[in-house]
Structure formats: C-alpha cells, structure tokens
C-alpha cells in the first residue's frame, strides 16, 4: 500500500463496485428474466452501487467494505437461494458480479482500515 486516499471520490475499489451494482440493477433488461430474478438483481445491484457510492463519499467508514462483501455473498448465492439458476446469463451475471464484489471489498479493506485511523488522528 503506497498512499492511503482519504479524499473522497479517489479509490478504484469503490468505483469498481458502484458500476458492478449498476450493471446488475440493469442487467434484467438485456436478460432473460422471471420476476424473482429481476427483484433480486436490481434491488441487491442497487444496493451495491449505493454503498459504492457511500464509501466513495466518506472513504473512512471501515463499515461500508464489510457492507460490499455482504451485499456481494448475496448477489453470489442468490440465484440459488432464489431460484433463477435455469436463466445462465442472469446466474453468471450473479456469480460473476458478486465475486468481483467480494474481492473488491476484501482488497479496499486495508486502505479503508488506514484511512479510518488516519481520519482519527486529525
């Protein structure tokens, strides 16, 4: 870790999950798609994108990368819990999206940790 970005709208991680969340929001409109599936990729892709879009904001909340790995474990397991696995583009989508989200937050996780102990010491 070379410099901890404590400005706000500065790091990549961030901004790598608020377009994974857009695209996933969107993605039912160019996939096939069931009800349950199209519930479930916009609200979680919604979900993801706004927590993007708050840690890019506040850059030393630690919460919001523990948020971002959560919210990608959904979007990972979802088209088994929901029930959408017979639609491949929406699951990849899913399986793809949610495990970009995870490494994303696991790898912003120490320069949100720096931030946060330096945003302590002013």
């Known amino acids: ?4 970005s404590t400005r706000a709208w500065t790091r990549p991680y961030d901004w790598a999950e608020v377009v994974i969340g857009v695209v996933a929001a969107l993605s039912p409109l160019w996939l096939s798609t069931n009800t349950t599936m199209v519930w479930t990729m916009v609200v979680l892709g919604a979900l993801i994108a706004i927590d993007g879009l708050v840690s890019l904001a506040a850059p030393s909340m630690v919460y919001g990368e523990g948020v971002q790995i959560v ?18 583009g929406a ?11 995870i ?12 931030a946060h102990r330096m945003a302590g010491q002013h």
Do not use: D, H, K, R
């Open 91 to 101: 699951s990849w989508t899913s399986w793809v999206g949610g495990a970009l989200v």
């Open 71 to 88: 919210l990608g474990a959904l979007l990972f397991i979802a088209p088994w819990v929901m029930g959408y696995t017979e639609f491949n």
């Open 103 to 114: 490494i994303a937050g696991a790898a912003a996780m120490p320069e949100a940790n720096a």
């Open 1 to 4: 870790m070379s410099e901890v």
